[in-house]
Nanobody, 123 residues
Framework: QVQLVESGGGSVEAGGGLRLSCAYSSNMYYMGWFRQTPGKKREGVAGVNVGGSTTYADSVKGRFTISKDNAKRTLYPQMNTMKPEDTAMYYC????????????????????WGQGTQVTVSS
C-alpha cells in the first residue's frame, strides 16, 4: 500500500504562486496531480512518468510545473500566476502500472491517492 500526503495548500491572491508537496511512501513510476471543486469531476492538472517527462492540462500550461525528487520521495507541484478558477482541492496520485503519456491526466489510471489539500485563490 502506497501512502501519499499532500501539504502546502492555503490562500493566495490572484497572480501569486504556491508550492505544494506530496510525500510518498514508495517510489512509483507514474504520478499525477489532480484538482476538484464541489459538484465537478476531478480534473487532471499535471503528470510525470518514470523518466521524468511531464504533461499538463491546457488550463495550466505555462503557469504550473511539476517535479519529482525520488531521493526525498516527494512530488513538487509549483503553481504560478494563479487565477481564482484555480481554487480547488488538490490531490496527489500514484501508480506503478505502465501507461502512455496521454493517460497521465486520467484519474482512472491511478490506484493510490492522497487526502487532498485545499487551495483558494482570491481576486
Amino acid at each position: 500500500q502506497v501512502q501519499l500526503v499532500e501539504s502546502g495548500g492555503g490562500s493566495v491572491e490572484a497572480g501569486g504562486g504556491l508550492r505544494l508537496s506530496c510525500a510518498y511512501s514508495s517510489n512509483m513510476y507514474y504520478m499525477g496531480w489532480f484538482r476538484q471543486t464541489p459538484g465537478k469531476k476531478r480534473e487532471g492538472v499535471a503528470g510525470v512518468n518514470v523518466g521524468g517527462s511531464t504533461t499538463y492540462a491546457d488550463s495550466v500550461k505555462g503557469r504550473f510545473t511539476i517535479s519529482k525528487d525520488n531521493a526525498k520521495r516527494t512530488l513538487y507541484p509549483q503553481m504560478n500566476t494563479m487565477k481564482p478558477e484555480d481554487t480547488a482541492m488538490y490531490y496527489c496520485a500514484a501508480d506503478g502500472r505502465g501507461k502512455p503519456m496521454a493517460r497521465l491526466l486520467s484519474e482512472d489510471e491511478y490506484r493510490y491517492w492522497g487526502q487532498g489539500t485545499q487551495v483558494t485563490v482570491s481576486s
